[in-house]
């Protein structure tokens, strides 16, 4: 099968080509020596796109000249922008959704960092393609306000005006979640159903089979100083609840995600009894289970769901993207191989399809390639470019990210990837990147920003995924509890021993940077290898367990109390052991302490802590902090000017790549 690509022209609204032409405008091919650091600062312009279930219009997101973002809606075969949502202050769409033919919803956040995912508002807008009927739907300003947490779980495909919505109220005290029918239009609802028992916010879920009927629930409950997840299960409308299965912890637990198409099924995601998640199919009539898809190394990373809301595809990154298509003969799925092929192996989503599923919209991304968006004419077998989210990049100055894998001092399997700079590949400077969490989060083979501009200036960059890392099952996650300055910062000394036994780093030139737990390692890896790194900074970091336990936005609930009592303990003497600003008088290495102060996931408290330690021990050190930023610098302006400082720091320490 040969897939061809052609030039579409899309894209022709006022809006959308001044911002492609400023791009263009700015752009010099010609100029030698280094792209800009303002390339790497830029947030991207285009984010996604997906096609209505008719197949006539496009929706968009993407950021405006002003630097906003907003959610365009597009003829298909004119370009022309028939309507718009646009954002004020710090508004922000979290994602969007068409609800039918001609009517698209947007869920409305908050950016409060960058290293933080938006927060939602609990806002839900709906527009008509033309611009018309524009509408809040749900949250505070719609018909029917109400203080909840509002997810859509059901389109009911059978009717063009409603849709079923689960309602999780805001509050401090366990609740009930309902299920309402809603009006598309008018914002009114009446409720069709109610959870079974009171539940945390962050825990709870309703699940509807595709009659609308909901049918399964999860809750969350803080008991005896744990997080329990009780799910529960009907067999029909109106029916009486039954306690399906409890668990102590959430990440080893059963997770129902979606009904087979005749109802008789349900496919979970669960890990119970093995070393990574996997999807299951539990028929609810014998209780028997089958193995429908599962990786040994790593869990389900994501999932594709057709226009019914049937699975046909789950994705996995244990060192690259592999798509693994569990129903080989779904007019979507079957095309994923060719897909990959012709993309190189890079990473391949299908976002959205017809409802007869004869076009379809591709992300497409990679170490170099931080998103290009393409659409597939599956009758006649074409695919055609829509746009790049970041158009001024340049790949010839890219660095190529390959996986590597070590047994820790202890043999625990460690993976992780390294970024070459371009035509380099032995004694290079190298900067440690620590991702941060610690336990959720992973690395993944794909674009970063810090990552190419360290590799546009010469430097190698590591990311590991130590021990305590999401992503690599349960177990793999518990082995960093209580271990965040042990046997988790020996996994990356290790993984730093490796690079320099490879030939790959100078071990006189390393320096570690990371933010939130990254923030921390870098500081707590120089107290614990003094002599290893050269330079250490710390951004949005945690550097006080004291200060973690009682300050900022997880220990301001019970659940994230539990979660910290979970993974870091309040035993005073391990606590201080594992804090690096307790421990400034081992730190040969010079420091860089950059931070929010508005930060309220890592405390900007953790930062004057250190601060205030390193001036009484007279150590020197590098300092940056914005009033106006949160959890990770936002601000393009702000980003840039991080950026300059941190390669100035880097090459006064390191020197050049």
Known sequence: MTLKFKSLVLLCGLTLCSATSVIHANENADTPGLPPVSDFAKHGKYHNIEVSPDGKHFAAELTTNEGKRIVAILDRKTGAITGAFNFKGDEFPTSFMWLNNERVAVYVGIKLGSQDQPVGTGNVIAMNTDGSKFQAIIGQYSPEPVQAATRIINLLPEDDSHILVAEIPYSRKPNFATAHKLNIYTGKKRRVAKGPAKSAMQGSSLLADHDGNVRFATALNAKDGKNIVDVYYRPGKNQDWQLWDSFEDSDNSIEPLVFSPDNKNVYVRSSLNRKTSAIFRYDLETKKSTLVSSNEIVDVANLDFGPKRNLYAVHYEPNYSVV???????????????????????????????????????????????????????????????????????????????????????????????????????????????????????????????????????????????????????????????????????????SVYWAIKQGIADKDRLCIYGASFGGYASLMSVVKEPDLYKCALGYVGVYDMRILQEKGDVPGSIYGKNFLDKVIGNDETQLDKFSPARHVDKIKADLFIVHGEKDIRAHFDHALDLKDKLDKASIPYEWMTKEKEGHGFYDETNREELYHKMLAFFEKNIGKG
């Open 324 to 494: 693994d298509v569990i129903d080989k003969d779904h007019p979507i799925g079957k095309w994923y191989p060719a897909f990959i092929k012709a993309f190189n192996g890079s990473q391949v989503r299908i976002t959205s399809a017809t409802n007869d599923m004869s076009l379809m919209t591709l992300a497409v991304r990679s170490d170099k390639e931080p998103g290009a968006f393409y659409t597939f004419d599956a009758k006649n077998q074409k695919l055609a470019p829509l746009f790049k989210a970041k158009p001024w990049l340049k790949k010839e100055f890219m660095g190529t990210t390959e996986a590597f894998s070590i047994k820790a001092r202890d043999g625990l399997d460690i993976h992780g990837y390294v970024t070459l700079p371009k035509g380099k590949s032995e004694n290079l400077p190298m900067i440690v990147l620590p991702h941060g969490g610690p336990h959720g989060p992973r690395d993944y083979w794909t674009y970063d920003d810090d990552v190419q501009l360290l590799a546009s200036r010469g430097y190698a960059v590591m990311k590991v995924n130590f021990r305590g890392s999401g992503g690599y099952g349960p177990e793999f996650m518990k082995k960093g509890y209580f271990q965040w300055g042990e046997n988790i910062m020996n996994d990356i000394t290790d």
